[in-house]
């Protein structure tokens, strides 16, 4: 067995593992403060900024160049998602604009839960970890409209804990990714789809 690592066939690094590592990563962060175990902080703001939103951005990007339309539509949407997140709460505290209220983070959140439901369905073509990642993240961001449609902190804290579980479940995927490839087997299984 070879000690390098396989290089891709068409000369491009597969992007997927930094979109789904800076996606959960960024995703437990923020839910461990959802579900009440840390305080949403500076830390939170700048992983979204950075990991969360740049690193997936970039991703994307790759993802375009390889010919992965699902890649770069996913990996660029949920980057400028975690970018646009961080600006809905940092814009109001430096006076540009209004922080969100009443039914606007929740349309917000809704738009978001449509859209995920709907890349859900491009999962059923890849594989079974990426379908729970899609579809952990549909129930998370429904919850969070319920949450704050109703101003419920116990729903909020079920998201948490729920949305941790989503992240968790993308880091995996994300590993999965780098450790199946550098060892050219399956290390990590990730339940193939029979096509």
Not at 1 to 7: F, G, L
Not at 17 to 43: D, E, H, Q, R, Y
Not at 104 to 130: E, I
Not at 134 to 153: M, Q, R
Request: hydrophobic content about 55%; overall charge neutral.
């Amino acid at each position: 067995m070879s000690t390098e690592t396989p290089i891709a066939k068409d000369g491009i690094a597969n992007p997927a593992p930094l979109g789904l590592c800076a996606f959960g990563m960024t995703t437990v962060l923020l839910n461990l403060a959802n579900a009440g175990f840390i305080p949403l902080t500076s830390m939170i703001l700048a992983m979204g900024i950075f990991y969360g939103g740049l690193a997936q951005v970039i991703a994307g990007i790759i993802e375009a160049k390889k010919n992965n339309t699902f890649g770069l539509t996913a990996f660029t949407s949920y980057g400028f998602f975690w970018l646009t997140l961080v600006a809905l709460l940092v814009m109001p505290k430096l006076g540009w604009a209004e922080a969100p209220s009443g039914s606007t983070m929740p349309a917000f959140l809704a738009v978001w839960g449509v859209f995920t439901l709907l890349m859900f369905f491009g999962t059923l073509k890849l594989n079974r970890a990426l379908q729970f990642v899609f579809a952990s993240l549909t129930i998370l961001f429904f919850l969070l409209v319920i949450g704050d449609a109703t101003e419920n902190p116990s729903v909020k804290h079920l998201a948490g804990y729920e949305g941790i579980i989503c992240g968790l479940s993308a880091i995996y995927t994300g590993i999965a990714n780098v450790l199946n490839e550098v060892y050219g087997r399956t290390v990590m299984p990730v339940g193939p789809v029979n096509k």
